[in-house]
């Protein structure tokens, strides 16, 4: 057990670090741009992580990789805002039409995000998916399971740059996918 999870944390590390070397300068016109949320505050402030996301997502819609994007995100509190709203607000900010935005505000987790988003990416077949690169493999086979996308990675960064619960965020999460992961298998 303590070795598959090593060479799990090994894997999550490696695919992170070498990712940024095959993602394109320029993407394939895809159907839609697809962005998991990374966390959010009680009060709809997003976290470092999840701006970074928005960010790379706009500059991939921005070249014209696609003519729509998708966040997803759910609640920090009850009757609170949705993280895939306030994305959805923070990419409109950033110059994005918001008829060229659609969103999710319901999911708790990267499976619920990939569940969630199925109405919103009906006749979607090719999708660029936006996350951080140590997060890319867990959510490519969570996209998967609910669809049969043609799937493009995006990484906005390849590991956590800060996190309000971590001194070590880029060893934590990594840490962290590795055993989420192996729960979600």
């Known amino acids: ?13 490696a ?11 320029r993407f394939a ?3 839609r741009i697809v962005v998991l949320g ?17 960010e790379k997502a706009v500059a991939i819609y921005q070249k014209g990789a696609a003519p729509a994007i998708h ?6 509190r009850p009757e609170g805002p949705s ?14 039409p918001e008829r060229a935005t659609t969103y999710e505000g319901k999911s708790q987790s990267t499976l619920q995000n990939a569940l969630f988003s199925v109405p919103y990416l009906k ?3 090719h999708i660029i998916l936006v996350t951080e690169g140590f997060h890319l493999p867990r959510s490519w086979v969570s996209m998967k399971l609910f669809g049969d996308y043609n799937i493009a990675l995006a990484h906005s960064v390849s590991f956590r740059q800060s996190s309000p619960n971590s001194r070590y965020p880029q ?12 729960f979600n298998a």
């Open 123 to 125: 006749n979607n077949s």
């Open 171 to 182: 060893i934590t999460m990594c840490l962290r996918e590795a055993l989420a992961i192996w």
């Open 29 to 31: 016109v895809a159907d």
């Open 83 to 96: 993280a895939g709203q306030q994305m959805a607000q923070y990419a409109i900010q950033m110059g994005v």
């Open 71 to 76: 966040f997803t995100g759910g609640i920090a």
């Open 15 to 25: 695919f992170a670090a070498i990712q940024p070397l095959f993602e394109p300068e």
């Open 38 to 54: 990374a966390g959010m505050d009680a009060d709809g402030t997003l976290h470092l992580s999840t701006k970074l996301r928005i």
């Open 1 to 13: 057990m303590v070795t598959l999870f090593l060479v799990t944390f090994v894997f999550v590390v």
